[in-house]
């Protein structure tokens, strides 16, 4: 009987050991993903898009995804600049997979 009440012991601290382990290799958290959240500026020609970024993101990239493709009549120095003015402590060049930046939204004329 002793046998048996150790060895469930054993498996027992396996199995906490081996969800640990898991739950560490995944990354993931019980935190639900937040949503894009839309902040308005009245003087500015764009409103402001929380994202988390991927492996593989560039700014463009994003932008022309939350724009939907309508980034072909925008100036990419003036995204860079909007860009920059938002994420200032950010560097556009290297950005963070799974971190959230702000992106310009930028509005229909």
């Not at 993931?28 to 764009?46: Q, V």
Request: with cysteine; net charge negative.
């Amino acid at each position: 009987m002793y046998f048996a009440k150790r060895g469930f012991v054993y498996i027992i601290i396996m199995l906490l050991c081996l969800s640990i382990y898991q739950d560490l290799l995944s990354g993931k958290s019980n935190h639900p993903e937040k949503e894009d959240i839309l902040y308005t500026d009245e003087l500015a020609e764009y409103k402001v898009v929380q994202r988390k970024v991927g492996s593989g993101d560039t700014i463009l990239s994003v932008v022309e995804n939350i724009n939907g493709g309508r980034t072909e009549s925008l100036d990419i120095d003036q995204i860079m600049d909007d860009w920059r003015t938002m994420n200032p402590s950010s560097d556009p060049y290297t950005l963070i997979p799974s971190n959230y930046y702000y992106f310009p939204l930028y509005q229909e004329n």
